[in-house]
RNA sequence: CGGAAUAUAGCUCAGCUUGGUAGAGCGCUGCCUUCGGGAGGCAGAGGUCGCAGGUUCGAAUCCUGCUAUUCCGACCA
């Protein structure tokens, strides 16, 4: 491509409306431009990068037998009603009427369609396992998008959708996508985590999620320092530190706390060691009423843990204000286990907890020195919290340690919540129909793309992997309007790494250099070669690498060459 | 949807407190000069100051309502 032709449309300045780095460079460096909220145009620069992790990931998804479909964006009202997300999804799921005012929407992702499409087509076992795929367009009308593609409304997808007849297959498949996927973000040349996820209200057993690891992922995520246990911080289950007890030292007590109205301030004034709190939160319950969660007071509440128990109302719910004081008979500040009339369900650390304070479900008063079964009943125990720094990983190998990830891909394995609800069913081997087992699997193909600038920039812009790279390599002619040998030379070159099949840009823009160099590097383009007068007359060419401080005089018969062996061909 | 902020040229912003009819830098067009890291000069184009009302002789500026955008929370690839 000749930059002359090509629509670069970089800018020196940031866009005001840009928080994070990936979408602020995205802008300048002309990639994308915004619509209207979480819709984006992608430019002619930017869609090359996106073309490239679309090559990769069909790449590997091919490889690992999957067969690529292309549904369409827009769905049948019905088929939604029939699996029970209409009424589930809420509103962000797009809903239209057409002409006929029937009910459609803009697809969020194809579940639906893939289970009725499988269900008419695959009527035996001797048709699976299979496993189809398909790069489209989803649309999610997000409460809030933000910070570009990273979440929009409009974006790519990757998603597949496997069938099986058993378990065992479905295990199979899984394991075939959870190695495809390592390959494909290995590929794109990115940092990443494959780790296990909750399942969220897709439902079904296993799932495991893969970031790209950057400190301004929007996901916390946990890794063992002595195995490779990795899990989101929703999923990774809070082990206590230790098992028993120790034994109660104090008579419990009532303390005036009339301005401890949080743990900290409690802390503060009445020089209670924090760990030695606990934080009492009312939640409504599954079957109407009030559910009190404990937690330590350093700790924190894990929405999902807490919203996956069967005494607590999904999604999780904190009571009003009214209904405690109504329930309890005190306010916020000041509840706790202590005679409370509810179930009470404690995180395992508060089990362990001895000589404690918490609310005395009195308007400014507080129990200290509260100890277990002698002034209260032992709670339910659960597993409630986030787990922190340095507390011991679950598979008992080492301590964790906590990390930001950005989620680029996702898989689940569904099991038959589809295929029961569709009636999607395949005859066995005994002639009896069986309900398929599903998984599915996606990849965030445009915010792979934000999530690889985030992961590759510098103060000057875009630093591609290789694999990712819009343009390889850039040719930059020097004075090429007062040299005849720098314009033949660049033409010559330029021929040449075509016909060696590289993606190259021939800078020959009527600009000062710094202008093209600048634009460059904001750009991204791994690979640039100056060609300039004073170099060809030794013969030389001027290489410089993205990530290089300095330039490399690279003999003219050899750059090819060279530019494969730095390219890693 | 709850909380906060912003809205003036393509972009980044000033002007608003104290009302008098539109500004800068960058970008864009033409010419000249320059040409190894976002050059310089001259001449230009470009804005019903987010929208709708109100106050006033007069509103970008004061008041009211709306809309859009961004940030913080809950959702997700």
């Known amino acids: ?92 799921l797009l809903r239209v009427h057409d ?29 699976l396992p299979s496993n189809f795929y398909q790069i ?40 075939a996508m959870y190695d495809a996927y390592s390959r494909i973000f290995t590929r794109l040349g990115l940092d990443f985590r494959a780790v296990m996820a909750d399942n969220g209200s897709i439902g079904g057993e296993g799932s495991h999620e893969f970031h790209v690891l950057a400190a301004s992922g ?12 990795a899990a989101n911080i929703e999923k990774a289950e809070a082990v206590p530190h230790g098992m028993d007890r120790a034994a109660p030292q104090e008579a419990m007590h009532l303390v005036d706390t009339p301005d401890a109205k949080t ?27 009030l559910v009190a969660l404990l937690v330590r007071g350093d700790h924190e509440l894990n929405e999902i843990k807490a919203e996956n128990l069967p005494e607590v109302k999904a999604p999780l719910t904190m009571a009003s204000d009214e209904d405690v004081r109504q329930a309890v008979g005190a306010g916020f500040g000041s509840l706790g286990p202590v005679g409370l009339d509810m179930p009470i369900i404690a995180d395992r650390s508060v089990l362990l907890m001895s000589d404690f304070g918490a609310g005395a479900n009195i308007d400014g008063k507080h ?86 600038i985030e992961q590759n920039h510098d103060e000057r812009g875009i630093i591609w992997p290789e694999a990712l790279a819009p343009y390889s390599v850039a040719l930059v002619p020097m004075n090429a309007h007062k040299s005849e040998l720098v314009r033949e030379t660049a033409e010559h070159l330029y021929s040449q790494l ?31 070669i100056v060609i300039g007068e004073r170099g060809l007359n030794n013969g030389e060419l001027e290489y410089k690498g993205r990530k290089d401080d300095e330039a490399t005089l690279v003999p003219q018969a050899t750059i090819i060459d ?8």
């Open 498 to 528: 075509q016909a060696a099949g590289i993606d190259v840009l021939l800078d020959d823009r009527d600009i000062r250099p710094g202008v093209k160099f600048a634009d460059l590097e904001l750009m991204g383009i791994p690979h640039r």
């Open 263 to 289: 743990i900290a301030a409690l802390v503060d004034q009445h020089g209670l060691a924090i760990e030695k709190t606990i934080k009492t939160l009312i939640v409504e319950g599954a079957e109407g009423g």
């Open 99 to 127: 002409r006929h005012n029937r009910e459609f929407c803009i697809g969020p992702t194809h579940e639906e369609v893939i289970t009725d499409l499988i269900r008419k087509e695959i009527n035996s076992y001797k048709q």
């Open 1 to 92: 491509m000749r930059a002359s032709q090509l629509l670069i449309s970089t800018l020196k300045e940031t866009p005001a409306d840009a928080e994070i780095i990936s979408h602020q460079l995205m802008l300048r460096a002309g990639m994308i431009r915004r619509l209207a909220s979480g819709l984006y145009t992608w430019l002619p620069f930017g869609l090359r990068t996106l073309r490239k992790v679309e090559r990769i990931v069909r790449e590997e998804m091919d490889r690992a037998g999957a067969q690529e479909v292309l549904m369409p964006a827009v769905q049948p009202g019905e088929l939604w009603q029939e699996s029970g997300r209409w009424e589930q999804y809420g509103p962000e």
């Open 136 to 175: 489209q367009t989803k649309f999610r009308d997000e409460i809030r998008p933000r910070f570009g593609v990273m979440r929009s409304r409009e974006f790519i997808m990757k998603d597949a959708y496997s069938f099986h007849v058993d378990q065992t297959s479905l295990a199979e498949t899984y394991q």
């Open 562 to 569: 060279f530019l494969a062996e730095r390219m890693g061909r």
């Open 218 to 229: 929007e996901d916390a995520i946990v890794f063992s320092t002595g195995s490779d246990y």
């Open 367 to 452: 129990y200290f020195g509260i100890n277990w079964e002698r002034d209260l009943p032992l709670a339910k125990e659960a597993d409630l919290r986030n787990v922190i720094e340095g507390d011991p990983s679950p598979d008992g190998l080492g301590t964790l340690s906590i990390a930001r990830g950005i989620e680029v891909g996702h898989i689940f394995q569904l099991g038959t919540k589809y295929s029961n609800a569709m009636n999607a069913t395949v005859l066995d081997e005994n002639g009896k129909a069986v309900p398929l087992m599903m998984g599915c699997y996606g990849i965030g193909v445009t915010r792979v793309v934000a999530a690889a």
